[in-house]
């Protein structure tokens, strides 16, 4: 039992952390709150579905940025459209400012800046990869010692 | 197992084109009890509800809740076709969009959407559907109610039918 509390105290303060740091914003708590016995491992899917995404778009923006014939910026805005639609939807908040900033140099059509943004959104897209997963992690080694995963009120 | 009318859930389309926002409206449609068919485009939406084919439709759709920028077919045209739909027009929907654009959101409103939700949709928006619902269940069950005296009272029956004698 002490072992779960210290997991769960883990998990709270890890959870607030990322809070803290401006990773998550609030729109991830109102996704906690929708996990229920029906649905307890939903953040995690939704997670796993936004990282998917943001790989292929980041790729797809840095193969857009390489051409030598000439840069679509169209198709770059469309894919930042994107990205900062569903890393708002998950609430991944550091990752959608950065969304913003880049929206800004493709706007004005600029190769160099776009090309920075992209390095900062990969940069904060891996540090919430990494968070999240820690995260997760840390829910799976409370029900695998028989604990319950604190809701968030 | 006979449900009664006020026991079924209400089914609502839910159509957006990102699986992420898809994944999170049906979350929140079930959590608040409704029924929910998520779709990926205006196409499958319309193909669901039976407009494409001059076939009766056989599902029940009581509310369609869409997003905006999608490709294709946007949520303004899809709004347009079912408003423009005999059969549908009365269906209410619902527009989403993550850009905050007020001539948008004019637009769908005075185009007949009921409510224009700003993404990430939260549950107090989904809160805001069953109003809308009510109303309309409350509709047609007052006509289904006047329809069934008009069939079991003769006296009428006979009566209309003298009147279209006369005429």
């Known amino acids: 039992m002490d072992f779960v509390n210290q997991l769960q105290r883990k998990f709270i303060d890890y959870s607030s952390s990322l809070h803290r740091e401006g990773i998550v914003d609030d729109q991830f708590t109102q996704l906690r709150k929708l996990e229920d016995e029906n649905s307890p491992h939903f953040v995690m899917e939704v997670a796993s579905l936004f990282f998917e995404d943001c790989e292929k778009l980041i790729n797809n923006m840095a193969i857009a940025l390489e051409q030598k014939q000439g840069v679509d910026f169209k198709q770059i805005d469309e894919c930042i459209h994107q990205l900062k639609g569903s890393s708002s939807s998950i609430g991944a908040m550091r990752v959608k400012n950065a969304c913003i900033a880049f929206r800004s140099f493709s706007d004005a059509q600029n190769r160099e800046g776009c090309l920075r943004c992209l390095q900062q959104l990969s940069h904060e897209y891996s540090l919430l990869k990494n968070k999240l997963q820690t995260l997760f992690l840390l829910e799976q080694q409370i029900v695998a010692a028989g604990g319950s995963i604190p809701r968030v009120h | ?167």
Not at chain 2, 73 to 80: I, Q
Not at chain 2, 92 to 119: H, Q, W, Y
Not at chain 2, 135 to 140: A, D, I, L, V, Y
């Open chain 2, 1 to 167: 197992m006979v449900m009664a009318a006020s026991e079924t859930k209400f089914h609502v389309l839910a159509v957006d084109d990102t699986l992420i926002d898809r994944k999170l409206i049906e979350k929140l449609l079930k959590t608040s009890s409704y029924q929910v068919t998520a779709v990926d485009s205006g196409t499958k939406a319309l193909e669901f509800l039976g407009l494409n084919n001059n076939d009766h439709h056989d599902v029940e759709v009581n509310l369609i809740i869409t997003d905006y920028c999608m490709p294709g077919m946007t949520g303004y045209d899809l709004l347009r076709k079912i408003k423009e739909s005999s059969s549908f027009k009365d269906i209410p929907v619902v527009t989403m969009s993550s850009d905050n654009i007020p001539s948008r959101i004019n637009r769908c409103l005075e185009d007949g959407a009921e409510e224009f939700f700003l993404k990430p949709v939260q549950l107090s928006d989904v809160n805001k559907l069953r109003p809308h619902l009510m109303k309309r269940r409350t509709q047609t069950n007052v006509n289904k109610r006047k329809s069934m005296d008009e069939i079991v009272s003769p006296d009428r029956a006979r009566a209309r039918y003298n009147e279209l004698e006369v005429k």
